[in-house]
């Protein structure tokens, strides 16, 4: 990262020692010692006494006592990890869905960081350059030791609560999150929709890690302002698709014809004067996945009563037979749908749709929501009334 070199168009090599005395290279000079004083401000010299990989692991504790639901809560963080060698660290945290595969990459280096997504059928990364923190500290003479390390407290502010942070200079790294200080970070506080909570360092392991750990290959790397532009454009065809949605209610459903996999014929025919509740999904679709307990449930609510509720699945029947002997879904389930899917004009997963006792649709639910039972449920008393 400290260069003693610069390569120049005319393929000649200068020493920073000569850089001064060299008018046509005066540009490149004032440059380089720019890109010096941005790495100070991250990197010191006792970074290169890091000779492999270190990893500390945080405890996480939230202020205020969770509900046994939001202790179930996928998002919940549970831990947090940071390896780091003397040029790059990753900072993950650990969810209670451990599918959730997120974390951040600094290249201290470059001075650029990825907030990068791992599942099975991708790899993303959104890149930015590093930014100076956003959140004023208050420096104070308190000092304390934590795993050994000593550690300088300062006081901040988080929407008007006063927190206590504590970093370390000895690993010569700038780890500090959003907080206008410096040092890593061993003790800080923090917040989620489930309130503050406290991060305090756990332990600490010096080991080696492969190259391959900090590396970025077969990652889509794209820049925070396309990312920014792409959230964009997804926004207004969300808007466009959800003005769609509102469009179709009271209108008349598309008529079709099925046979399930336990072979009971469906049409919109035979089913005319019952409330009809459909589900379009497919067994790769996590969120369709997240909500079968909850879509089991409403079908158990309403057993005995004048409801229908029919699942269209993309899949073969084949793959949904070895799918739902681990997986129960109450449904009458409708293989190869994607015929019925069009019809309904689906193109997102999971949709829910609600057709009234007329064969109009009275509900056009795109996405998972946790609420779903309650969001069905209002539709179908409504007509069963």
């Known amino acids: 990262m400290f260069l003693n070199i610069l390569y120049l168009e005319n393929k ?207 990652f889509r790397i794209t820049t925070r302002e396309a990312y920014k532009e792409s959230l964009a454009a997804s926004k207004k065809k969300t808007e466009e698709r959800n003005k769609k949605n509102r469009e179709r209610i009271d209108t008349k459903a598309p008529s079709f014809k099925a046979r399930t996999m336990d072979n009971h014929k469906l049409s919109t025919k035979n089913l005319k004067g019952k409330v009809i509740v459909m589900n379009f999904w497919f067994t790769g679709c996590s969120p369709c996945r997240q909500e079968i307990p909850q879509l089991n449930k409403l079908q158990k609510k309403y057993k005995d009563k004048e409801v229908v509720f029919v699942a269209v699945a993309l899949d073969a029947e084949y793959k949904l037979d070895a799918f739902l002997k681990e997986t129960p879904f109450e449904y009458q389930m409708i293989a190869d749908g994607r015929y019925i899917a069009n019809k309904f004009e689906v193109t997102s997963y999971p949709t829910n749709i609600v057709l009234d006792t007329e064969g109009n649709i009275q509900t056009y639910e795109v996405g998972y929501k946790h609420d779903i039972i309650e969001r069905l449920s209002y539709k179908i008393d409504k007509f069963l009334e």
């Not at 100070?40 to 492999?52: F, G, M, P, R």
């Not at 650990?94 to 907030?115: A, G, P, V």
């Not at 550690?151 to 500090?176: D, H, M, S």
Request: net charge positive.
């Open 12 to 218: 000649k090599f200068i020493s920073m020692n000569n850089c001064f005395f060299n008018k046509e290279n005066l540009f490149f000079c004032f440059y380089l010692t720019f890109i010096f004083s941005l790495n100070a401000q991250w990197k010191t010299e006792k970074a290169n006494k890091i000779y492999n990989e270190i990893t500390i692991s945080y405890d996480v504790i939230y202020e205020k006592e969770l509900t046994a639901e939001q202790k179930k809560d996928p998002y919940l963080i549970t831990d947090i990890s940071v390896t780091f060698n003397k040029n790059k660290l990753i900072k993950r945290r650990f969810y209670n869905d451990l599918k959730l595969n997120r974390y951040l990459l600094l290249d201290y280096e470059n001075l650029q960081m990825y907030s990068c997504t791992v599942s099975k059928t991708y790899k993303s990364a959104i890149s930015s350059e590093f930014r100076n923190p956003k959140t004023p500290v208050l420096q104070t003479d308190e000092t304390k030791e934590i795993l050994g390390f000593p550690c300088n407290k300062t006081l901040a502010n988080i929407k008007g609560k006063e927190v206590e942070i504590y970093t370390t200079p000895k690993f010569g790294l700038r780890q500090v999150d959003n907080y206008d200080t410096d040092g890593f970070l061993l003790e800080y506080t923090d917040r989620d929709k489930f309130g503050y909570y406290k991060v305090i360092a756990r332990n600490i392991q010096y080991h080696s890690m492969p190259e391959a750990f900090f590396s970025l290959d077969g």
